[in-house]
């Protein structure tokens, strides 16, 4: 197993996995008092960590699933992608797509977080492409 190095700010929990086999690790608000989000509204949520991933990973924050079915709380920028060499506070741009306020208190699992290996290529300007059998098929060309 990866470790990862994390930094918390005073009060800020670290992330944690719900089960042994989830994907995404649980992140956390980190508030002085709740916020609440009236329907449509957004927020920039700190979660009070700063994470030091090795080159070559990616963290990806995605939203709740329970969060989204029951309440219409969403993220924005979905999935937002942390880079390796980027050190700040990861903050979270939660939006409440329901059709009554929400409040997200100190503490509360506000998002999920995934780390992924990530690779970097060159990029070779070409007149054409290799063709396949869809070609340029997309956007529902295979039906329902």
Partial sequence: MQ???????????LP??????????????????????????RALIPTGIFIELPPGYEAQIRPR???AINHG??????PGTIDADYRGEIKIIVI???DKPFTIENNMRIAQMVI???LQVTFEAVTELTPTQRNDGGFGHTGL
Avoid at 3 to 13: C, E, F, R, S
Avoid at 73 to 78: E, Q, S
């Fill in 16 to 41: 944690d996995y719900q089960t042994i086999h989830s994907s995404g690790a649980d992140l956390y608000a980190l508030l002085d008092t709740p916020i609440t989000l009236q329907p449509l509204q």
């Fill in 116 to 118: 992924s290996h990530t």
């Fill in 96 to 98: 409440n797509l329901g």
């Fill in 65 to 67: 699933s329970g969060l």
């Fill in 73 to 78: 709380i969403t993220l924005l920028n979905t």
């Fill in 3 to 13: 470790t990862i190095n994390v930094k918390l700010q005073p009060g800020a929990k």
